[in-house]
């Protein structure tokens, strides 16, 4: 069981709110990894960090945004949640050893469901 | 494009049968192949990685092997269990980027019956 943990683990929320996703893990992991995931469909990288004070833009755009301040904290904001932020975020982190086969650990996700 | 598509897209099956899921991508440079087990409302939990000189690699009932001509992988899973049900998520990490990108499929939703 990897120790990466994401906080709260479902959450319902209305239009307009600021809301933040946490995840923090205990492995000491450079790098670290915000995912968005729909039903059914694939896991899309939305930020990431090589370490404190670096945090990068993923592949999907996303209205949220990230900050790294402490190597295991890694949390997710968005300002003004809407409708289409409802989804499923998935938490990463992998260690920056050099090589191509580092394990990627996830946490369980938070469901966001804004209304 | 650099893709990874799966199939069959869902599979049922009964406790104790065996199964093989499929894993085709387009990815390029190939650094490795992952499958990942994700359970329904958790993240996804690794199961085997497979880097360019392997074709095959084995943890427990699931053996995945690798075919780098052709982009193709599979994932046989051996004498079912109810706790294999799940999706079972093939991705693929591409060479040359310090993040070692990671490519995923859709996953192929697995339900093993009693």
């Known amino acids: 069981e990897a120790d990466i943990y994401q906080t709260p683990r479902y959450l319902v929320i209305g239009t307009g709110k600021k809301i933040t996703l946490e995840c923090s893990q205990t492995?000491?992991?450079?790098?670290m990894y915000w995912y968005q995931q729909d039903p059914g469909m694939e896991l899309h990288l939305i930020h990431y960090s090589y370490g404190v004070n670096s945090t990068e833009k993923g592949d999907l755009s996303s209205e949220s945004t990230v900050s790294r301040i402490r190597t295991e904290h890694f949390p997710l904001t968005l300002e003004s949640a809407r409708p289409s932020h409802t989804s499923q975020y998935l938490c990463?982190?992998?260690?920056?050893?050099?090589?191509?086969?580092?394990?990627?650990?996830f946490g369980p996700g938070t469901r966001l469901t804004v209304t | 494009k650099n893709q990874v598509e799966q199939s069959p897209q869902s599979l049922i099956i009964l406790e104790g049968k065996n199964c093989t899921l499929q894993c085709n991508y387009t990815v390029s440079p190939f650094s490795n192949l992952r499958w990942y087990k994700q359970d329904t409302g958790r993240g996804p939990v690794s199961l085997t990685i497979m880097t360019f000189s392997e074709n095959t690699k084995s943890n427990g009932r699931y053996t995945a092997t690798l075919d780098a001509d052709t982009k193709q992988s599979s994932l046989h899973i051996t004498a079912s269990q109810l706790s294999d049900s799940a999706s079972y998520i093939c991705?693929?990490?591409?060479?040359?980027?310090?993040?070692?990108?990671?490519?995923f499929g859709r996953g192929t939703q697995l339900t093993v019956w009693p």
């Open positions: 492995m000491g992991h450079d790098k």
């Open positions: 991705v693929v990490s591409d060479r040359g980027s310090t993040l070692g990108r990671l490519y």
């Open positions: 990463a982190s992998s260690e920056s050893r050099t090589g191509d086969t580092y394990e990627q650990y």
